[in-house]
């Protein structure tokens, strides 16, 4: 797969750093050319210099096959932007826009971009929304069985209830943040677009539980 990562500051220099050892093509796009030193002296990937929702920047930075694109860059109005042109423009599935301020959250996630406030979360948690075999564990019991991980559901789920999903990932729904705040489902719980949902599940079924909710009903 291809990742795109608008932003070459401490956490999109990492990224791009993880989603290269994980053997996927990556390219970081930044406006400041000296920005791109922060990336590893052997740094394999496309380094484009340009604004991140300018059409022929991402085109350069190979966001036509791209199959992830994160803006982790230092302006929300930016991250935001683009994340919307690379979904929108270009069809990207797996988006995500970090933000500074978290006031703003539930109007970005109305626009159906999920986002993450930097206060809370950190490069493998935002690698796990990206890559679906990075999912990284939020808790994990002290056996190691069970784990609690979220997902963003593929958009063939919105309008499904949360125990149809439930039954065929096979896993267990224990919180939903909708509009950045965290609600406890019910049986009449609804998959709504933008929605991010926190499951517990066997790290025996987790792969194929992931590849089940980002897919869509109909493909298990």
């Known amino acids: 797969m291809h990742v795109v990562i608008l932003g070459c500051g401490r956490v999109g220099s990492s990224l791009a750093g993880a989603v290269e050892r994980l053997g996927h093509s990556v390219a970081v796009i930044d406006q400041n050319r000296a920005a791109f030193n922060r990336l590893s002296p052997g740094f394999g990937g496309r380094r484009v210099t340009?604004?991140?929702?300018?059409?022929?920047?991402?085109?350069?930075?190979?966001?036509?096959?791209?199959?992830?694109?994160?803006?982790?860059?230092?302006?929300?109005?930016?991250?935001?932007?683009?994340?919307?042109?690379?979904?929108?423009?270009f069809g990207v599935e797996r988006v995500v826009a970090r933000i500074y301020d978290p006031r703003r959250a539930e109007v970005y996630e109305r626009l159906g971009i999920p986002t993450v406030a930097t206060v809370r979360w950190t490069r493998d948690q935002i690698l796990g929304r990206l890559i679906p075999e990075a999912v990284t564990p939020e808790w994990t019991d002290t056996s190691g069985t069970v784990m609690v991980t979220a997902v963003t559901p593929a958009r063939g789920w919105v309008g499904r209830r949360l125990t149809e999903l439930e039954s065929r990932a096979e896993v267990r729904v224990v919180c939903v943040t909708r509009f950045g705040e965290g609600r406890l489902p019910d049986a009449r719980t609804l998959v709504q677009d933008g929605d991010v949902l926190h499951i517990a599940v066997t790290k025996a079924r987790a792969t194929a539980a992931d590849a089940i909710i980002h897919a869509g009903p109909g493909h298990d």
């Open 50 to 89: 340009g604004m991140g929702f300018d059409r022929d920047t991402l085109i350069e930075a190979g966001i036509a096959e791209a199959t992830a694109f994160a803006a982790v860059s230092s302006g929300d109005n930016s991250n935001i932007i683009s994340a919307r042109v690379a979904r929108e423009m």
